[in-house]
């Protein structure tokens, strides 16, 4: 059974930062692209960063420069530092192996101004 689980939102300050973290169980993570997308309220679901296999990152253009991923595939688990953060970062962050439908359960950050 695959579980996708993440953790570290929370309310922040605009300019703050926030790191979250996601742990895979049941897929071989080192061979997966994992990512993070964020539903912000009353809008359509985005793709924030994703990071290869051979850790080639790839960023949406709305968190480039502030946002960073990263991978660590011995603790099976993804990461996103993010820096600056601003009001209309705030959404459900969930993490996401590419090509599976496997997904996390989602967690709130909400950045006040």
């Known amino acids: 059974q695959v579980r996708v689980v993440e953790s570290g939102g929370g309310l922040v300050q605009a300019g703050g930062s926030l790191s979250l973290s996601c742990v895979v169980s049941g897929r071989i993570f080192r061979l997966q692209t994992p990512s993070w997308y964020r539903q912000p309220p009353g809008k359509e679901r985005e793709m924030v960063a994703r990071?290869?296999?051979?850790?080639?990152?790839l960023y949406g253009d709305s968190v480039k420069g502030r946002f960073t991923i990263s991978r660590d595939n011995a603790q099976n688990s993804v990461f996103l530092q993010m820096n600056n953060l601003k009001p209309e970062d705030t959404a459900v962050y969930y993490c996401?192996?590419?090509?599976?439908?496997?997904w996390g359960q989602g967690t709130q950050v909400t950045v006040f101004s």
């Open positions: 990071i290869s296999p051979i850790l080639t990152p």
């Open positions: 996401h192996l590419e090509g599976t439908n496997d």
